[in-house]
């Protein structure tokens, strides 16, 4: 597996990682044991970046990946999140960015984790109540510490990335990228190249959607896409007509949709890592196979004309974010 640097002195993790969400069952259920087997697997074929959180399953996920870290934990690198305060179910109910909460966060997923430190560690949402200097001042001290080997932040605006940068330098930024979500190509990606911080794309597959296997009626009554609003039938509908001309691209490569859709990502640049997550293990291997297709010029700006920003239906965010905490 080909391997990159996150920012100019980031971690040194896989081309392709593997997002975790899905292990907590809300894209469809998995059994603990196939959890296992695949995350294992997954490191067996060089997938060495795991990015997780630690309110996903609230808290589960940490604890399988521990387990199947057991007796090799210095072949992956681990990044989680802390900063979000979640309820019994693992759903983000509010944030916390303060030092604090930061460091009882940090030290619970060490705990869940079974590791000694946290290879990458976010901070899953700047805290409208505190200054994100002060929160990143909270994690340098841990990075001191050896809590955390480097520092990332997720789903911030350019000049917040800044703000952070300069209290202490930050590895990477976690942000949704693909094919019909580009919006961090206007601001943030410049800034972060700028910084020399690496672009961790999460949600390279647009959720799924970009594999063109999923329809909207069809998904779960708790899958999580259900809070999407380009998951809702209407725009679902709509924005499988812009998949169709993914899919005439793909043809014409000869590369299946959702590989195509990972190989333009992989193409941004070696400072972007996409993240994809999966429950299957033909769709690991697929995610994989991505990386060793080579995209031509001409099929990457087709591609990359497949999704206007203006002509693609609903918000790429959820319905019912996390709040900030009651004052």
């Known amino acids: 597996m080909e391997r990159k640097q996150l920012g100019t002195g980031g971690p040194l993790v896989s081309a392709i990682g593997w997002g975790c969400l899905g292990l907590t069952g809300g894209y469809g259920g998995i059994e603990e044991a196939v959890a296992l087997a695949l995350v294992r697997e997954a490191v067996d074929r060089g997938v060495s970046f795991l990015d997780t959180a630690d309110f996903y399953g609230g808290g589960s996920v940490e604890r399988l990946l521990g387990r199947a870290l057991a007796g090799r934990r210095d072949e992956a690198v681990i990044a989680t999140r802390g900063g979000v305060i979640f309820s019994g179910a693992g759903r983000p109910t509010a944030f916390d960015g303060s030092p604090a909460f930061l460091r009882r966060a940090c030290e619970a997923s060490l705990r869940r984790l079974g590791t000694d430190h946290i290879d990458l560690y976010y901070l899953a949402r700047v805290d409208p109540a ?17 809590k955390i080997r480097h520092i990332g932040l ?5 000049d917040v990335l800044r703000r952070a940068h300069a209290v202490h330098p930050v590895a990477a930024v976690a942000s949704e990228y693909s094919l019909w979500s580009r919006d961090v190509e206007d601001q943030v990606l410049p800034a972060a190249r700028d910084l020399g911080v690496g672009l961790v794309a999460c949600s390279p597959l647009g959720r799924g959607f970009l594999t063109g296997m999923l329809s909207a009626d069809g998904l779960a009554a708790d899958d999580y896409r259900r809070n999407h609003p380009r998951f809702e039938p209407a725009n679902a509908r709509h924005n499988r007509t812009l998949l169709a001309e993914v899919a005439e691209v793909a043809a014409d490569a000869g590369i299946p949709l959702g590989r195509i859709a990972l190989a333009w990502v992989l193409a941004q640049g070696a ?3 996409p993240i994809p997550g999966t429950v299957r293990r033909v769709h690991l291997l697929e995610n994989i196979a991505a990386v060793t297709e080579r995209l031509g010029p001409a099929h990457l700006e087709r591609l990359a004309a497949c999704f206007p920003a203006d002509a693609i239906a609903g918000s790429r965010l959820p319905r019912r974010p996390a709040r900030p905490r009651p004052a």
């Not at 997720?154 to 350019?158: F, I, T």
């Open 130 to 146: 505190v200054p994100v200097e002060e929160s990143v001042g909270g994690l340098a001290e841990l990075v001191a510490e050896g």
């Open 154 to 158: 997720s789903e911030v605006p350019a």
């Open 271 to 273: 400072d972007v890592v």
